[in-house]
């Protein structure tokens, strides 16, 4: 079965960068949307960022102008470049493609300190 595997997580002091990566560990085809999500502890997994196979992004207001989202459809990667981090952005950050299927990662750590 095909799985969603993450890289890039870790802890930065705040005003840092991280860039996360998400490939499928096997053959996806014809991956339409791909998106950033996160999840805070004791909060519910929200938006961060989403292309679609157009390249049209969408952000969620508190990154905007600090992430920024791409994809590599040849790799069929997707990509979380985060500049200026900020303590609230600490959570748990997955990945997720969209095809006929909805795959989702398994999540990496971002822990940002002031």
């Known amino acids: 079965q095909v799985q969603l595997v993450e890289s890039g997580g870790g802890l930065v002091q705040a005003g840092g960068s991280l860039r996360l990566s998400c490939a499928p560990s096997?053959?996806?085809?014809?991956?339409?949307?791909m998106g950033w999500y996160r999840q805070a502890p004791g909060n519910q997994r929200e938006l961060v960022a989403t292309i679609t196979s157009v390249s049209t992004t969408t952000y969620a207001d508190s990154v905007k102008g600090r992430f920024t989202i791409s994809r590599d459809n040849a790799k069929n990667t997707v990509y979380l470049q985060m500049n200026s981090l900020k303590p609230e952005d600490t959570a748990v950050y997955y990945c997720?493609?969209?095809?006929?299927?909805?795959?989702w990662g398994q999540g990496t750590q971002v822990t940002v300190s002031s």
């Open positions: 096997g053959s996806i085809f014809s991956i339409n949307t």
């Open positions: 997720k493609m969209t095809t006929v299927k909805v795959y």
